[in-house]
């Protein structure tokens, strides 16, 4: 089963139709990016997740590629919206954080891509994820858990992760859903850890790095991508456009920039070893 969880936007800001009487119904998807004609194949109605997302369950007939999409939903119930900018890259929910076709589109290959070219790309994508795993010291990739007949904490809204008791996993935990059980108790499914495809900077990295070591791998043909701003009248040298520098727009991200996301580790602070009373601590007096 493929899944693609969409994030509905409406007047320039996130919002969440099934709160405003709304919904998210349709999604369709076309092989070019025109959007017209005759879709490839169609889902809907979207599951609400949770708060804001929306998860549309694709047919599993797809061939691997680029499809172009059109999102139907309702901001609320008496208005209507088609949303033209979304994009769907197949295969999904392999562990990497970028498809192939986003190091294309980095790269300026022509779409669609070839079995080898993608083969290619996704080996480029794993040596650039785990660059940025070793230097966060973490997986990518979150883990699921569920908790058991479960009780929520009062004052908390059910689709908060804080109302469950999750104080037992130290890191990043996102609610997935929860079922109600017959004696009043929850089964609730969490993912645990760093969910780096939803972290656009990680992204960006892996995107910019997987692309650029296709184009200093002389066998790559896409090695050819780079702009040529000078050729010798012999055609001996070729002088090529210098890239931007580290901090400059549009200079590759460097691993400092995902400093972010490293975990953080908390311990108590060392201290002196206390000394009996009268000549150390603080003595109490009491009024009996």
């Known amino acids: 089963m493929t899944v693609y969880d969409y994030r509905p936007v409406w007047a320039g800001a996130m919002c969440d139709p099934a709160a405003a009487g709304g919904s998210v119904d349709r999604l369709d998807l076309?092989?070019?990016?025109?959007?017209?004609?005759?879709?490839?194949?169609?889902?809907?109605?979207?599951?609400?997740?949770?708060?804001?997302?929306?998860?549309?369950?694709?047919?599993?007939t797809l061939a691997d590629g680029r499809y172009w999409c059109t999102v139907t939903f309702k901001p609320s119930a008496t208005q209507t919206f088609t949303d033209r900018t979304v994009k769907v890259d197949l295969p999904r929910g392999t562990g990497l954080v970028a498809s192939a076709e986003e190091v294309a589109e980095e790269l300026g290959v022509t779409l669609p891509l070839t079995a080898v070219q993608r083969e290619r790309y996704w080996t480029k994508i794993r040596a650039a994820q785990a660059d940025v795993s070793n230097y966060l010291g973490r997986p990518l990739v979150p883990t699921p858990r569920q908790?058991?007949?479960?009780?929520?904490?009062?004052?908390?809204?059910?689709?908060?992760?804080?109302?469950?008791?999750?104080?037992?996993?130290?890191?990043?935990?996102?609610?997935?859903?929860?079922?109600?059980?017959?004696?009043?108790?929850?089964?609730?499914?969490?993912?645990?850890?760093?969910?780096?495809?939803?972290?656009?900077?990680?992204?960006?990295?892996?995107?910019?790095?997987?692309?650029?070591?296709?184009?200093?791998?002389?066998?790559?043909?896409?090695?050819?991508?780079?702009?040529?701003?000078?050729?010798?009248a012999?055609?001996?040298?070729?002088?090529?456009?210098?890239?931007?520098?580290?901090g400059q727009v549009g200079a590759l991200p460097t691993l400092d920039s995902l400093s972010t996301y490293r975990p953080r580790f908390y311990r108590a602070v060392a201290t002196a070893t206390p000394t009996a009373w009268p000549y150390g601590g603080r003595r109490y007096r009491r009024r009996w």
């Open 30 to 60: 076309y092989d070019s990016a025109e959007r017209a004609g005759t879709p490839a194949a169609s889902a809907g109605p979207a599951v609400r997740v949770r708060e804001s997302v929306y998860r549309f369950t694709l047919p599993d």
């Open 234 to 246: 012999e055609g001996q040298s070729i002088s090529y456009d210098s890239a931007p520098q580290a």
């Open 147 to 232: 908790l058991l007949e479960v009780t929520p904490l009062y004052g908390y809204a059910l689709n908060d992760p804080q109302a469950w008791p999750i104080q037992q996993y130290d890191d990043i935990v996102t609610l997935q859903g929860y079922v109600a059980n017959l004696d009043g108790t929850y089964s609730v499914d969490l993912l645990v850890g760093l969910d780096a495809a939803a972290e656009q900077p990680i992204v960006r990295y892996v995107i910019a790095h997987a692309a650029e070591a296709i184009r200093n791998d002389p066998t790559a043909p896409e090695s050819a991508t780079r702009r040529v701003t000078s050729v010798s």
